[in-house]
């Protein structure tokens, strides 16, 4: 099978890994992975055919992954927060209920039924305080590292260089970024993935 790269930097070959992720971002990126048609029905009135992320936006409303706000807006600059960003990952899933083991996740908040999933999957766990924190925005490089986590791609360190200037080997999402960015293909065992050809 072939790993296809899902992110992208933000040019001059740089990624900014600590900076917050949009909610166009997140949604390039999903239906990147997703390799579904893009396009459709435009529902939002802050959306124009001339975005960058227009066909990927309008495609992700057609599946259902995304929806926009009650004045009709989508707001594609707005940061992503952590129990959005689990939502719309899980919306690939057949979600079962469970207990959220946040306390600030209660069982009547509106993302309680994902974020425990997503707990229970192994994407996501909590600070040191024990709280989930669902309000709190999230990185680039948090994103990347939940979405791999959620799609099963392990990783860890390669040959493959980083394709980024601002991510250093010493940076702690280092190898899950390179794991999202550098296409390659490869074989998975209980030790881990291991890479066969990656794109040089």
């Known amino acids: 099978l072939a790993s296809l790269g899902m992110v992208e930097g933000v040019g001059g070959g740089k990624f900014a890994p600590e900076r917050t992720i ?11 992975f997703a390799r579904l048609p893009e396009g ?28 926009g706000y009650t004045d009709g807006t989508f707001r594609p600059e707005q940061p ?15 979600v079962e209920g469970g207990t959220s083991p946040f306390p600030d996740v209660p069982a009547g908040h509106w993302a309680a039924e994902v974020v425990s999933f997503a707990a229970e999957e192994g994407w996501v766990s909590g600070y040191p305080d024990g709280t989930f924190r669902p309000d709190a925005p999230v990185s680039r490089a948090e994103a990347v590292k939940i979405l791999n986590h959620a799609l099963d791609r392990r990783a860890g360190e390669r040959a493959a260089a980083l394709p980024f200037t601002d991510v250093e080997k010493g940076h702690w999402a280092c190898d899950e970024i390179r794991e999202a960015a550098v296409s390659h293909t490869y074989r998975k065992s209980g030790e881990g993935e291991t890479w066969l050809t990656y794109e040089r």
Do not use: C, H
Not at 45 to 67: E, H, K, L, N, P
Not at 85 to 91: F, P, Q
């Open 22 to 32: 949009t909610r166009a971002e997140f949604t390039v990126m999903a239906m990147r």
């Open 40 to 67: 459709g029905e435009n529902p939002f009135s802050d959306v124009t055919s001339s975005d960058w992320f227009y066909d990927q936006v309008v495609g992700a409303v057609q599946y259902g992954w995304i929806t």
């Open 80 to 94: 992503v927060s952590r129990a959005e960003l689990v939502k719309l990952i899980a919306s690939y899933f057949t």
